[in-house]
């Protein structure tokens, strides 16, 4: 059987870090299938994709979350049918799944880091559709499913929080921020590093299946995620107001408190990810977000003469 790992989704903000990090290994074999070349929704394709692969990581999803509020059949056939597919497709070419979960399978209501095994209540259509997902891997897949949860996403390729606060500094005098709903920001790059790293250790025998909380260790709020994006990029948090969630309605509830722990990273002899503050300095330092401090640094001089 081949060795070679196959990424769903490989054209997202997290399926592109995944690439690039297993293509950085020479002795790696690695297959990247974006949304146009692989639609997850059919279980053909998923079948002829899936075969003479060893590894998959899974990072198609519908991302949308506000979409599914709206849309949740169409959002759930994706992120909950669409992962069943392959994970039945998984256990009959003899694959490792690592599967990218969401804190949004929890309701928010604890004030202390959920674990791997705490009882899930989704509060909106996306984390329905994510939890009909988990509970098919670990159906169909129970000693070779990896469920890697994680949270507050950002990174070099595609839309996410770090990068439209950046933009908006460019444009705005003073940005007001939700400063109510606690969470771990996580950097693409450092969680493809982590699921690389789960499946070699998959494949060696050293890391039992199951759950794992793919999120940076410590927590903020988005209030404070902007305040320290805006310190390291140069700019004055003190532009960064803060407002509660109502200042802002969306289609779907959003938890308020989606921090996660990391117990089960122990099982598999691997630490948790770095804090989220010393990921969002790494990650500011790349030429992509650079480049956006610098537009900010430079048009925020003009606003304010």
């Known amino acids: 059987m081949s060795t070679g790992w196959l990424v769903t989704g490989a054209r997202g903000l997290l399926g592109q870090d995944v690439l690039t990090e297993l293509t950085a290994e020479p002795d790696t074999v690695v297959t990247g299938l974006s949304r146009d070349r692989l639609d997850i929704t059919d279980p053909s394709a998923v079948c002829e994709a899936v075969r003479g692969h060893r590894v998959v990581v899974n990072c198609a999803a519908w991302t949308d979350v506000d979409g599914a509020e709206r849309s949740e059949a169409a959002a759930t056939a994706v992120n909950g049918t669409g992962v069943r597919h392959l994970a ?16 949004y399978v929890f309701p928010g209501d604890r004030r202390s880091p959920y674990p791997e095994d705490a009882p899930t209540a989704p509060v909106n259509a996306y984390g329905r559709g994510k939890l009909a997902g988990e509970r098919a891997v670990l159906e169909h897949l129970p000693h070779t499913g990896y469920i890697v949860r994680t949270a507050w996403l950002y990174g070099a ?13 460019a444009r705005r005098e003073t940005l007001d921020v939700v400063a109510d709903q606690h969470g771990q920001p996580t950097w693409s790059r450092a969680l493809a590093r982590r699921l690389t790293a789960l499946g070699r250790a998959a494949l060696a025998g050293r890391a039992p299946a199951g759950t794992y909380h793919g999120t940076a ?10 305040r320290e994006t805006f ?25 308020a408190f989606g921090v996660l722990g990391h117990g089960n990273w122990t099982r598999c002899g691997l630490p948790p990810l770095e804090r989220w503050d010393d990921q969002l300095t790494a990650a500011l330092a790349e030429p992509s977000f650079a480049a956006l401090a610098a537009a900010a ?7 304010r003469v």
């Open 88 to 103: 039945r497709a998984c256990a009959e070419a003899g694959a490792l799944l690592l599967h990218v979960s969401t804190d």
């Open 157 to 169: 390729h595609g839309r996410n929080f770090v990068a439209t606060m950046l933009e908006l500094a």
């Open 217 to 226: 260790a410590g927590h903020t709020t988005w209030y404070g995620l902007a």
């Open 231 to 255: 310190r390291l990029a140069g700019l004055d948090p003190e532009r960064i107001r803060p407002v509660g969630s109502e200042r802002f309605p969306r289609p779907a509830a959003r938890p």
């Open 297 to 303: 640094r430079a048009n925020g001089t003009r606003l």
